[in-house]
């Protein structure tokens, strides 16, 4: 389970941030895991941004208690993602935090998926997350040109899952999908833009001139060269 952020266009860290903490610390939306009492997402965090390459910093902390993330506040990015993670498989540790990196692209979930994925041996899972084996999974099946089509014939194996959101970012070509069976208000992912600026985000951030939507069940959307 957790909350995440895809942007794309030039702006700090700091208001991103912000809307993690808030996202994760269960201080933002309100939705059906949250509705009684707070559902914290605090099983650490990750940030991933494109800078001539993936620069990549993650934590098992808390977002909403970490003094290492304010230094990053500052940072001017064009390109990142970022995860607040709620551990259900897997323990807290760095291998099991989002985002997971392999190559040019990086990875985020939310949700539990509780088939089998099978993947080629030369990818090699450093934790024992879902979320990883989702991510391999996935990458398995894409081939050039034809990436949506082997993202689509992948989560149409599965079958038993409470939620198969990712974000797949690459410098080439990003990918965001929506599938989940059950809490629409938790799972479904938001989009907002302004003149510059595209976020796809768990929940709408109160960021200053962003016009959102909410993204269907069942959406896989493709951002072609995204930095």
């Excluded at 993670?85 to 998926?113: D, E, W, Y």
């Excluded at 450093?126 to 993202?151: C, H, M, P, Q, V």
Aim: hydrophobic share 35%; glycine share 8%.
């Amino acid at each position: 389970m957790c909350r995440m952020i895809l942007a794309i266009g030039k702006t700090k860290l700091g208001p991103l941030i912000d809307g993690l903490i808030a996202m994760a610390a269960s201080e933002n939306e309100k939705h059906e895991l949250n509705g009684q009492r707070p559902f914290r997402h605090g099983d650490g965090w990750g940030i991933a941004y494109y800078s001539k390459g993936w620069k990549t910093i993650k934590s098992t902390k808390p977002v909403y208690n970490d003094n290492k993330i304010n230094i990053l506040k500052n940072r001017t990015v064009s390109f990142a993602v970022l995860h607040a993670r709620k551990a259900s498989k897997g323990k807290i540790t760095l291998n099991n935090t989002h985002p997971f990196r392999h190559g040019q692209r990086v990875f985020c979930h939310n949700g539990m998926v509780y088939d089998s994925m099978d993947f080629p041996k030369k990818y090699v899972c450093k934790g024992n997350t879902d979320s990883e084996r989702l991510f391999y999974f996935i990458l398995s099946a894409l081939k050039e040109g034809k990436e949506k089509e082997g993202i689509r014939s992948q989560l149409a194996k599965l079958k038993k899952f409470s939620g198969v959101n990712f974000i797949l970012a690459s410098p080439t070509k990003t990918f965001v999908a929506v599938k989940y069976s059950e809490s629409p208000k938790y799972f479904t992912m938001k989009l907002g833009k302004k003149k510059g600026f595209t976020i796809v985000s768990s929940e709408r951030l109160p960021i200053k001139g962003m016009k959102w939507k909410a993204l269907k069940n069942g959406t896989l959307l493709e951002i072609q060269k995204p930095i």
